[in-house]
Structures are given as C-alpha cells and as structure tokens.
C-alpha cells in the first residue's frame, strides 16, 4: 500500500514539473517572459507595464 501511494505520488509531481516546463516554454508566454526579463533593465519600461497590466485588472 505505502509502495503504491509513493508511486503516485512521483507520478504526481512528475506531472506537476511536465506541466510547468511546458508552462514557462509555451510559446504564448515567450512575450510576456521577454518584457519581464527586461524589466531589471529599464525602469521607464517597469512604470509603462506597471500601468498596462493594472489596467488589465480593473
């Protein structure tokens, strides 16, 4: 029994991680990764997609 919950356990995260992975390199983030990446950078750009994106929120 304790056997079989490990296993699905590291299916489980096993998963988890596929899930992530394929989450950080989809190519409908590449963008959005790209500007934050560049966010350290340029600080004119971090006020600009500050506002952009609390506006998305509202």
């Known amino acids: 029994m304790l056997g079989t919950l490990h296993s699905i356990a590291t299916v489980?995260?096993?998963i988890a991680f596929i899930g992530i992975i394929w989450?950080?390199?989809s190519p409908n983030n590449r963008?959005?990764?790209?500007?934050?990446?560049k966010l350290a950078l340029d600080d004119e750009m971090i006020k600009n997609l500050?506002?952009?994106?609390?506006?998305?929120?509202k």
Request: hydrophobic share 40%; proline share 0%.
């Open 31 to 37: 963008k959005r990764f790209e500007e934050d990446a």
């Open 12 to 14: 489980a995260a096993f």
């Open 50 to 57: 500050a506002s952009e994106r609390n506006k998305d929120k």
């Open 23 to 25: 989450w950080a390199y």
